[in-house]
């Protein structure tokens, strides 16, 4: 089969693009997608990178620092050992061997110096509490090199997952917190991958020889994500284009919305921004302390 912009042999078919293309076209296609992103966020001064080893961090820093780099924008990559044993250390290698090919500077903090926890040491929902710890130092780590805004990987996988999970939930306030402008306390969040495809970034890595950790955590990440990325993948299947529907739907909802989605406080414990009283990471780290921490590992 042959690539649909040029003569040379295709690698891949788009079904939601109905495009065959090939290694650099293909290349190209995705860079343009992380580009788009980028130019609508405006970037300027210091952005931390949000790298934990695995492809979709890999992707964004190396994409990033090719288009901004050379734009004067100061790249730092930011990356969390959240203490679990073999699988962190792995993957904190090759976030290694990608900065040093980078030449970008790297600050890495755990959550046993931030928290006194290690997440193996964490019996109940030991997803969850990782996701609201990572969460919480990524913010604090951020604030703490100066940036003005923190890039993650999220794929286009994973924000479709989380809108349809939000909406299944009902929960429309996390929905509108989705995708936030800076707020008092909390740096603002880009996805320069949101509409790059989880299959795609993984191509993308591998055809430009970028250094990532395919481990899996030995963590799940929880039965109701398991089942809707099921039930995306099969609609994505029978109607492509599906999961770019349900994220751009997000965006035009978030345009529309003319109120401030959410009001934030200050935790009166850590005094990072707060919804209620106490931020996400001080009631969970509460609760560890009470209840669930396995204190024998
Ligand atoms: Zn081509
Ligand atoms: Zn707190």
Redesign the pocket.
């Known amino acids: 089969m042959k690539c649909d912009k040029c003569s040379a042999s295709a690698i891949l078919f788009q079904r939601y693009s109905g495009l065959h293309l090939c290694t650099s076209h293909f290349i190209s296609d995705v860079e343009k997608k992380i580009k788009r992103e980028v130019r609508k966020e405006k970037i300027e001064g210091t952005l931390a990178i949000a790298l934990s080893g695995g492809k979709d961090s890999a992707v964004t820093l190396s994409v990033l620092n090719d288009l901004l780099s050379r734009r004067g924008v100061d790249m730092i990559a930011i990356s969390v050992d959240e203490g679990i044993t073999g699988y962190r250390e792995r993957a904190l290698e090759s976030a290694a061997t990608l900065v040093a090919e980078l030449g970008i500077r790297w600050e890495v903090a755990s959550f046993e110096q931030y928290f006194g926890v290690r997440i193996d040491q964490v019996n109940e929902r030991p997803c969850t509490v990782c996701g609201i710890l990572r969460r919480?130092l990524l913010n604090r780590l951020a604030k703490a090199v100066g940036a003005s805004a923190l890039a993650t990987g999220h794929n286009l996988d994973d924000e479709a997952q989380t809108v349809q999970m939000n909406y299944l939930r009902g929960d429309i306030d996390r929905l509108l917190r989705l995708d936030h402008p800076a707020k008092e306390g909390l740096v603002r969040r880009v996805k320069p991958l949101k509409y790059v495809p989880e299959k795609e970034v993984a191509l993308y890595a591998i055809l430009k020889g970028i250094p990532i950790n395919l481990d899996e955590c030995r963590f799940s990440a929880g039965v109701f994500r398991a089942e809707v990325r099921d039930m995306l993948n099969d609609l994505e299947l029978r109607h492509p284009g599906t999961k770019y529907s349900l994220v751009r739907g997000l965006g035009r909802i978030l345009q529309l919305t003319t109120r401030s989605p959410f009001e934030l406080g200050q935790?009166?414990?850590?005094?990072?921004p707060?919804v209620r009283t106490?931020?996400?990471?001080?009631?969970v780290l509460e609760k560890l302390r009470s209840t669930d921490l396995d204190r024998t590992i």
Do not use: I
Not at 278 to 283: A, K, R, V, W
């Open positions: 919480s935790c009166t414990r850590c005094k990072e707060a106490f931020c996400q990471s001080c009631e």
